[in-house]
Every structure is written in structure tokens, then in C-alpha cells.
């Protein structure tokens, strides 16, 4: 791993980070939501959920496209699509509005996560590419703590769920100009897609990369795929395509149970919008912690093993939090232990993902497999909402959403071995 492949492997981590809180800053800001404009719960599970739509639609249709036209260009125009949206956000006059704008933002946002882990598996070396991508994976969690931290500072200070938006609308305009001036074209989707300029292209990254110039495209071996869904589903990807989707959407509704949900039932619980805040930022810790430790647990363990572990004590620890407990230290530490088994299970699929593609077809892969799998993110707050609203407890409703990791865990199992 060179300078330059550090730097770009960095860059996708921060730009992961700043995904992590666009796509909860509409958790922070969902109590002073629904006081101001008077959203009951069902009402603000559709919110809630929004941008996890368009998230889906843009690493699907965003994924492809960074296959056809290639990660950089895709990473630039998803970055111009957030900052749009957040400060856009941030003047919305109802919920109407609000639901159309963070459904906008959505599209960047799920561009943005299957363009970078393609870039990070294919500017990482063999050795480090599973704990890379994962590194990768895990800058959402240190965006949403550290993005929680200073959105809990703007609460508790003017206590105008705005200035969440407006923050994070600053934060991805500063990331604007760190992308384009780091983040190079990969080599392998220059290889792969071949556009005109390929050569020079490729020894502009080389020249990054402190390796000798090509004087010649090296000649294509072997027949390319070309990159589109249908490809997705050819005999040699078609099982594996459809396990790992629906082990990515058990569990992305399972996770985002708790990202969505966990602010508004401290709050109902009594604690200020503030303490909520506090709660999600220790849930996120988790969440970074379960990835760390299965990004380096898959140097020397069976990765399918992993995930499948982690589902199932995902499933355990959420009856746990389902307790309610009334100590806001012992809730923070149910939430945050919940969210390391459910985030480990979230992330050990990514290197999955960059295994079992090759590079003509690795972010449409990526980006269909999420993109689809995230319908479990917005069915996620949208059944919780249901069920609180329908009058149940929050035991019940959690062992409901665990469910998710049972039949995620199910489809990692059923998968082809990989180790």
C-alpha cells in the first residue's frame, strides 16, 4: 500500500463518514420534527424513511453508472446532490417538502457508498483489500459519532433541528474539493471500460503511484462483461446476487431499526431530544467497534462464519435493549452492544461483494445488492412506526426487527463458500 493508495482509501473513508450523519441527521432532527409541526409516529416513520429510498434508487442506478462512466465523476456528482440537499433541508417549510428533499439526498448518498467501496477494493492491495473495504464500511459509524457529537452541541445550544442540516450542507461542501484533487480513476475500471483517453489516464495514476508508465493497453484476455443489472443475473452470479440481497435486506432493516428509532423512544422514555442524541452517538459507537472487529477478524477467520455469528448475537442483544431499560447508562450500553453484532453483520458482506464481482461489474453489483437490500431500510422505520403506532411495546417491536438477522443469517449460510 502505497502513499497514494492511503490517501484515496482515507479520502472514501471520510466521504463515508459524511454519508453516516446526511443519512441520520434526519434521526437528530426527528424530535424537534414532529414537536414543531406536530408528526405523530406513523407520519414520521415515512419521513424517517425517505432518504433511505433514495438511497436505494442511487446505488442501483448510481452504481451502474459508475461502472459505465467510472467512480470519480460519479463520486463528484453525488457530492454536488447532498450538499444540495442538505442545505436544502434545512428551509423546509413541512413534511411534504422535507420527505421530496431527503429523497433527493438519498440518490448521493447510495451513489456515493457503491462508487467508494468499488475504488477502495480496487486501490487496495490484495492483502488489505476485505479489512480495507471494511475500514471503508466503518467511516459511516465514525461519521455519524462524530457528526452526533457536535448535532447533540447544536441541539442542546439553540435547540433548531436546522442547524443539524446546515451542518452537515458545510461539511460536504469542504469534502468537495478533498475528492477532487485526491481521488484519482482506478486502474481497473480504466482496464474495463477502456473510454479514449484510457492510456494516458492509467499513466496519470500510475505516476501517483510512483510505478513505470505503459507505453500500450494491455490486450483483453478474456471477454468483459458488459456492465448492466441483467449481467448481475447471468448462471455464474444469479444465486449469489440473490442470497446476498436478501441477506443485505434482513439485516439493513434490522439495522435501521435502531439508527431511525432509537432518538424518538428515548425521548418518549422522558430524556431531553439532546440525551437522545447522546444514546444514538453510543449506538453508532458500537456500530464502528462491530466493524473494526470483523474487519480484522477476517484476516484470519472464515468470513461467512463471521457474519452469520454476528447476525444471531445481533438478534440476542436486541431483546436485550427491547427491556427499556429506564438508566440512561444501561440503555446507551444495550443500544451500543445491539449495534455492534448488527453493524459487524452489516459490513462483513461488503468484502463479499468485492470477491465475487469483477471490475467491469463490481459497483453495479455492489450498488444493486445494497440498493435493493436498502428497501430494507426504509421498511425498517416504516414497520417499527406501524407497530408502535398499532400500540405495541418495545420488546415486542425489537424481537420483530430481529427477525431480520435470522433470515440474513440464513442466506450467508446458504451462500456458496468463499473462504
Not at 461542501?173 to 477532487?180: E, N, Q, Y
Not at 505516476?207 to 458488459?226: D, G, H, Y
Not at 448492466?228 to 432493516?253: E, G, N
Not at 407497530?387 to 424481537?399: D, E, I, N, P
Request: positive net charge; charged residues 10%.
Amino acid at each position: 500500500m502505497r502513499l497514494a493508495q492511503i490517501a484515496v482509501v482515507a479520502v472514501c473513508i471520510s466521504l463515508n463518514a459524511l454519508d453516516g450523519f446526511d443519512v441520520l441527521a434526519i434521526s437528530f432532527a426527528a424530535p424537534g420534527i414532529a414537536k414543531e409541526w406536530g408528526v405523530d409516529k406513523a407520519m414520521l416513520g415515512i419521513v424517517l424513511s425517505m432518504e433511505l429510498i433514495g438511497m436505494a434508487a442511487g446505488s442501483v442506478l448510481l452504481g451502474n453508472l459508475a461502472d459505465r462512466i467510472g467512480r470519480r465523476p460519479t463520486i463528484l456528482a453525488c457530492l454536488c446532490v447532498m450538499a444540495v440537499g442538505m442545505f436544502a433541508a434545512s428551509h423546509a417549510t413541512g413534511v411534504g417538502m422535507l420527505s421530496a428533499i431527503r429523497l433527493f439526498t438519498g440518490l448521493g448518498i447510495g451513489g456515493m457508498l457503491s462508487a467508494t467501496s468499488a475504488m477502495v477494493a480496487e486501490f487496495s492491495n490484495s492483502r488489505r483489500r476485505g479489512l480495507n473495504t471494511v475500514l471503508n464500511i466503518a467511516g459511516y459509524s465514525t461519521g455519524a459519532i462524530l457528526g452526533g457529537l457536535v448535532a447533540s452541541s447544536l441541539l442542546a445550544g439553540s435547540g433548531d433541528w436546522r442547524t443539524v442540516f446546515l451542518f452537515g450542507g458545510i461539511m460536504t461542501l469542504i469534502a468537495l474539493p478533498l475528492a477532487f484533487f485526491l481521488l484519482p480513476e482506478s486502474i481497473e475500471s480504466l482496464l474495463a471500460r477502456r473510454p479514449e483517453n484510457a492510456l494516458a489516464a492509467i499513466n496519470r495514476t500510475l505516476t501517483r503511484l510512483r510505478s513505470a508508465p505503459i507505453e500500450a493497453l494491455p490486450p483483453i484476455e478474456v471477454e468483459l462483461t458488459r456492465p448492466s443489472i441483467l449481467a448481475l443475473f447471468l448462471p455464474c452470479y444469479r444465486a449469489t446476487t440473490i442470497l446476498l440481497t436478501t441477506a443485505y435486506f434482513a439485516q439493513i432493516t434490522f439495522f435501521y431499526y435502531i439508527q431511525k428509532w432509537v432518538p424518538k423512544i428515548v425521548v418518549d422514555m422522558g430524556f431531553d431530544a439532546a440525551q437522545a442524541g447522546r444514546v444514538l452517538v453510543a449506538a453508532n459507537v458500537g456500530n464502528l467497534l462491530g466493524a473494526l472487529a470483523i474487519g480484522l477478524a477476517t484476516q484470519r477467520l472464515p468470513l461467512r462464519s463471521l457474519i452469520c455469528g454476528a447476525m444471531l448475537a445481533g438478534v440476542v442483544a436486541i431483546g436485550v435493549f427491547g427491556l427499556g431499560f429506564r438508566d440512561l447508562a444501561l440503555l446507551s450500553l444495550s443500544v451500543a452492544v445491539a449495534a455492534f453484532f448488527i453493524n459487524a453483520g452489516v459490513v462483513g458482506i461488503y468484502p463479499l461483494l468485492a470477491r465475487v464481482y469483477p471490475a467491469e461489474l463490481r459497483a453495479s453489483g455492489t450498488g444493486f445488492v445494497i440498493g435493493v437490500g436498502r428497501g430494507g431500510s426504509a421498511l425498517g422505520p416504516l414497520l417499527a412506526g406501524t407497530l408502535f403506532a398499532s400500540g405495541y411495546g418495545l420488546l415486542t417491536v425489537s424481537l420483530v426487527m430481529g427477525l431480520g438477522g435470522i433470515i440474513a443469517a440464513a442466506a450467508i449460510y446458504l451462500l456458496r463458500p468463499l473462504d
